[in-house]
């Protein structure tokens, strides 16, 4: 039987390196919001023939006072525009430009007012904030009948903390992304972090139930009690895992420009949930219950 909670300071210090990295990367460099968030123009079209390239059209719309623009293929011949918001005239400007490559025909125009982005992100990190608060109380309410040797709300912090851990890694990750890869966060993106929070949360009670089904048998200690139920669950975890990155690694390669980075974010997220789950949140109730004890023995 592995005894994970021995070596308990080696997986802190990981995480503590990429949870710290991650926050610095949102510091310096922030997050690029698609204009979803932030306002603007999307062009969605398809080409007949050819699709040109991204340089042939960045040159073709050069005159045109478009901001910064973000061209995304989409497809075989399928191209996607984000650009600044622009009126109908240089809408018509744009396609006149961009036949003049290659024909196309248009899919789809949508502008989205900068008013409209910013409620649309302060509702986002709002249900973000509703989403940990609902699944921390969730978990200190289920766990409501553990009082020994760790209170129930220990088990909701612990949870919470994992929980941070596996949104700030993937949002450390497309921050480096989007500076230099100008890689944006969109709505599926979002979809995805609030997907990695209910899937990370449900491998970790899997953990937590088992841990409390064992004492109430009350064989051992809690460090042996912990450490028995993570080698009890760690083939499930495991199994679970593999089975999901398994399909999301074959929607990053073969779904699509548009499906891409939202496998990314799950790939990520849930990685990064799978090892909170056995290395995190169940040897912090260990360390937290240690410190508690030696606490008691020396007052």
Do not use: C
């Not at 123009?41 to 973000?70: C, H, W, Y």
């Not at 921390?136 to 760790?150: E, Q």
């Amino acid at each position: 039987m592995f005894n994970f909670t021995k070596y308990s300071k080696i997986y802190y210090a990981i995480s503590i390196i990429l949870v710290v990295a991650s926050v610095a990367s949102l510091f310096i460099f922030g997050l690029k919001f698609g204009i979803e968030f932030t306002g603007g123009s999307t062009i969605e079209l398809e080409f007949k023939d050819a699709r040109p390239s991204n340089d042939q059209i960045s040159s073709a719309l050069n005159d045109i006072d478009l901001g910064s623009i973000v061209i995304q293929p989409t497809g075989e011949k399928g191209l996607v525009l984000k650009l600044k918001g622009i009126d109908e005239a240089t809408h018509q400007q744009v396609l006149s430009k961009i036949n003049e490559l290659s024909v196309s025909g248009e899919r789809n125009f949508q502008y989205i007012g900068p008013s409209v982005g910013n409620e649309l992100k302060s509702k986002t990190q709002l249900a973000v904030l509703i989403s940990l608060l609902a699944i921390t109380l969730y978990i200190a309410f289920a766990f409501r009948g553990v009082s020994r040797p760790v209170s129930s709300w220990k088990y909701g912090i612990t949870s919470l903390i994992a929980l941070f851990h596996d949104i700030l890694i993937p949002l450390g990750v497309f921050s480096i992304m989007g500076h230099y890869y100008g890689i944006e966060i969109t709505i599926p993106i979002i979809a995805a972090l609030l997907t990695v929070l209910g899937f990370s949360v449900h491998d970790t009670i899997v953990v937590f139930d088992r841990i409390r089904e064992n004492l109430s048998h009350g064989k051992g200690s809690f460090d042996e009690i912990v450490n028995v139920s993570l080698n009890q669950t760690l083939g499930r975890s495991i199994s679970t895992v593999l089975t999901t990155l398994i399909v999301l690694i074959s929607v990053f390669f073969f779904g699509g420009e548009t499906l891409k980075y939202f496998s990314l974010a799950l790939i990520l997220g849930i990685t990064s949930g799978a090892y909170s789950s056995i290395f995190i949140a169940s040897p912090l109730l260990v360390s937290w219950h240690r410190w508690s004890e030696s606490k008691r023995d020396r007052n």
